[in-house]
C-alpha cells in the first residue's frame, strides 16, 4: 500500500524490503547482501505516479464528497489482483480498501482457499467513496476505468478477479449480467495484453444475500485451482 505522509523513497525503500534475498556464507550464517529487481522499483515508481494522477483529478464529484483517497492494499508483487466496486465509510476513513464488513467477508473468503490479504493485491474501480455509499454512476466508471486500467497494466497480474457488477462494467461495459457472466474464466485486452479473468460476486452483495454464497465457493474453487496449476 502507498502512504500519503511518505516521500518516494521511503515508499520504494519499505517496498523493496519485501524482495530481499539473504545470502549465506560457508558457515550458513546470514551475511548483510541484498538483492533487488530493478522492475521492482519501476513498478513502484508508476504506482505512485498513477496515484498522483487520481488524486490530481479535477471536477471529480467523488472526490470532492470523500475524505482520503482510497489506492490499494496488499502485495504489490502479487500475481492474483482483486477489484472491487469502491470505498465504503470505514474505507473512506482509514484510506484501505476492503476493511469493513465486506472487507471481513473477502478476508475469509481468501482464507477458504489458503490465501491471506498479504498474498494479493487489492484496488477498487472508483478510489473515492460514492456519497452514503451509493453505486458508481455510469460516467464515473467510465472515468475511473481508465486509470483501473494503467493500475492493472502496472500490477500485471496472473489472474485478475472482478468482484461485483461495477468491476465487471468497468472493463467489459453496460448491459451485462453478473449473474450470467461469473464464474467463468475470460480473456480481458488491457493495452494489446490479455489477463486472465474471473468475475463473482462482491462481498457486500452476499453480505445482503447469503444465499449466493454458494455461488461465490464454486468461483472460488476455481480460483485455487487455476492458481495450483500456476505453481
Known sequence: MLIDNKNQNDIIDEELKKTFKIEYNFENKPINRVKTKPEVEDKIHNLQNLKNKI????????????????????????????VGEGPGQKEDELGIPFVGDAGKLLDKMLLAINLKRKDVYITNVVNYRPPNNRKPEPGEINRYSIFLKEHISIIDPKILILMGSTAMESLLGGGLKISKERGNWKEILIYKKSYLTMITFHP???????DQKKFSWEDLKKIKKKIEEFN
Not at 488524486?55 to 496488499?74: E, P, Y
Not at 457486500?204 to 447469503?210: F, P, S, V
Request: glycine letters at 2%.
Open 204 to 210: 457486500a452483495y452476499l453480505l445482503r444475500q447469503a
Open 55 to 82: 488524486m490530481n483529478i479535477n471536477d471529480c464529484k467523488l472526490k470532492s464528497s470523500a475524505s482520503s483517497l482510497v489506492f490499494s492494499d496488499g502485495n504489490t508483487q502479487s500475481k492474483i489482483m482483486i
